[in-house]
Antibody, heavy 118, light 107 residues
């Protein structure tokens, strides 16, 4: 069974750093792109970026380029999304999702709520 | 970036009604279009990929059509469990942008 299990909710202060994770199982982790999607509470979905763990090829939305870093450790089947300097505007739910072929996001993690507040 | 628009932004329909949502891309995306369903408090769920292909396990009352810039998503015979927000997404070129969503509820 394909599963993506994300790390738990985080409460951080502005200026702090953070790394959240997404562990895949039930599929060949190095053979699929893994994407990250942001959802501000009560708002729509925003595509953050994606990584191919097989060779660490990474693509970012221009809106998030330079604001976050996507990485993966294929030895443990886990993708990561990290910030060096959090802002209140980073408060959102972040989903990871597997991309099937070059098409759709077919399996999703449960989401990680990141709250940034002084 | 390719911009995606959806209409309507929300709708209310009766059980058994046919519901139609439109999605428009700012440029030709061929059939590189997905549809997702998101229920409150849950992750999105893939319903339709490549504009018209039904994802495995998704009820056949859901369907999609279109190509180029204009796409249609249909729920034939709306059911109570279909209450959700529906999003289109293009994957022709990164960033793979989503539409703003259409909230569907029961009248």
């Amino acid at each position: 069974e394909v599963q993506l299990v994300q790390s738990g909710a985080e409460l951080k202060k502005p200026g702090e750093s953070l790394k959240i994770s997404c562990k895949g199982s039930g599929f060949s982790f190095t053979d699929y792109w893994l994407g990250w999607v942001r959802q501000v509470p009560g708002k729509g979905l925003e595509w953050v970026g994606t990584i191919y763990p097989g060779d660490s090829d990474t693509r970012y939305s221009p809106s998030f380029q330079g604001q976050v870093t996507i990485s993966a450790d294929k030895s443990v089947g886990t993708a990561y999304l990290q910030w060096t300097t959090l802002k209140a505007s980073d408060t959102a739910i972040y989903f990871c999702a597997r991309q099937k072929g070059d098409t759709a996001l077919d399996y999703w993690g449960q989401g990680t709520l990141v709250t940034v507040s002084a | 970036d390719i911009q995606m628009t959806q209409s309507p932004s929300s709708l209310s329909a009766s059980v058994g009604d046919r519901v139609t949502i439109t999605c428009q891309a700012s440029q030709d995306i061929s059939n590189f279009l997905n549809w997702y369903q998101q229920k409150p408090g849950q992750a999105p769920k893939l319903l339709i990929y490549d504009a018209s292909n039904l994802e495995t396990g998704v009820p056949s009352r859901f369907s999609g059509s279109g190509s180029g810039t204009d796409f249609i998503f249909t729920i034939n015979s709306l059911q109570p469990e279909d209450i959700a927000t529906y999003y289109c997404q293009q994957y022709d070129n990164p960033p793979f942008t989503f539409g703003p969503g259409t909230k569907v509820d029961i009248k």
